[in-house]
């Protein structure tokens, strides 16, 4: 199947400092990605919609100038935690849609944040 | 809203046994449901799917039935094995949307 690769799959960080993730299609191109939240012993939340050269559509309650996605290309999507807290620590996951609405999802390996 | 309730984990079985593992829903339409799986180090993998009532998704020996008349979807396999230990999430996408819903994921280990 397709694969999808996050970077980096944990970092360590001190409150108030950025951090960048990365989401990349190395196979295919993908018009729309996805990231989710995932708590311990809870679910995968889904935080935004990320399409290719245009703006992120967010969820409810996800704070947007928060939490930034970029989707410049068709391979790469990049989600960039802002003035990171402690809260913000969690594990982020995206996912990549080949071809359009029905295509399958792939899943990159997930991204684990810890904010100091 | 959508909603996805899975058994809480973590499941531990030894290999060769019967595994199930429960997952109901709450959709206001006419979702398709999902298995995913997880193994270490690994992104999610669709393991199967089924798209209406009454579909059954299959692959690798595992099943799930989609029951409309009781809003399940069950995973189960006959005779499991110790590759098959990973996180296992239940999943539903109603039609015309593209978000999916995730239940809380449910970790089985399989021991030798």
């Known amino acids: 199947g397709a694969v999808v690769s996050q970077h980096p799959s944990w970092v360590i960080c001190k409150s108030g400092t950025s951090v960048k993730i990365e989401c990349r299609s190395l196979d295919f191109q993908a018009t729309t990605m996805f990231w989710y939240r995932q708590f311990p012993k809870q679910s995968l939340m889904l935080m935004a919609t990320s399409n290719e050269g245009s703006k992120a559509t967010y969820e409810q309650g996800v704070e947007k100038d928060k939490f930034l996605i970029n989707h410049a290309s068709l391979t790469l999507s990049t989600l960039t935690v802002t003035s990171a807290h402690p809260e913000d620590s969690s594990f982020y996951i995206c996912?990549?849609?080949?071809?359009?609405?029905?295509?399958?999802?792939?899943f990159g390996e997930g991204s684990r944040l810890t904010v100091l | 809203g959508d909603s996805v309730t899975q058994m809480e984990g973590p499941v531990t079985l030894s290999e060769e046994a019967f595994l199930t593992i429960n997952c109901t829903y709450t959709?206001?339409?006419?979702?398709?449901l999902f298995w995913y799986v997880q193994y270490p180090g690994e992104g999610l993998q669709l393991l199967l799917k089924a798209t209406k009532a009454d579909d059954k998704g299959s692959n690798k020996g595992f099943e799930a039935t989609y029951r409309k008349e009781t809003t399940s979807f069950h995973l189960e396999k006959g005779s499991v094995q110790v590759s098959d230990s990973a996180v296992y999430f239940c999943?539903?996408?109603?039609?015309?949307?593209?978000?999916?819903?995730f239940g809380t994921g449910t970790r089985l280990t399989i021991i030798p």
């Open positions: 996912s990549a849609r080949v071809g359009l609405h029905t295509g399958e999802l792939f």
């Open positions: 999943a539903l996408k109603d039609f015309g949307n593209e978000k999916l819903t």
């Open positions: 959709a206001t339409g006419y979702p398709s």
